[in-house]
């Protein structure tokens, strides 16, 4: 697929299929990151407290200065009747030892049943299974 950079809205939670490069900036690799989390506990429009699991795939690299970050758009899982959407772009690259990296996601879901929850979370390592030869086991 190559170096992709995606135009977004920010009011959105969509991508178009504009793609943008520009060799001005730097190139960065295709990729995406999954996640897993929880959001914190809130009470529903019948006052019991409750959160919700929430996991997915980020969409792919969009160009923030000389790093980038990722759209997140996913639902939670159900709780009773209900469900909500967590609609965010991570932070910038975190890179870890080794090179690979992460992102921080922080955020508020939309609102169902009368209230809405933070979500507070990092992605997982892009291409975890690409492991050096002489780093494995």
Known sequence: MGNNYYNYD?????YNDK??????????????????SSTDYEEDDEGELHNHRVAGVTGPPIKYGKTHIHKVAELTDTFGDHFHEICDTTGPAI??????????????????????????????????TNVPEDKKC
């Open 19 to 36: 793609k943008e490069y520009d060799e001005k900036y730097y190139k960065i690799k295709n990729h995406n990151h999954e996640f897993e």
């Open 95 to 128: 890179y870890l030892p080794g090179g690979k990296h992460i992102h921080l996601v922080k955020g508020r879901t939309t609102v169902a049943d009368g209230h809405q929850h933070d979500y507070f979370f990092t992605t997982l390592i892009e291409d975890p």
């Open 10 to 14: 920010k009011n959105k939670c969509d």
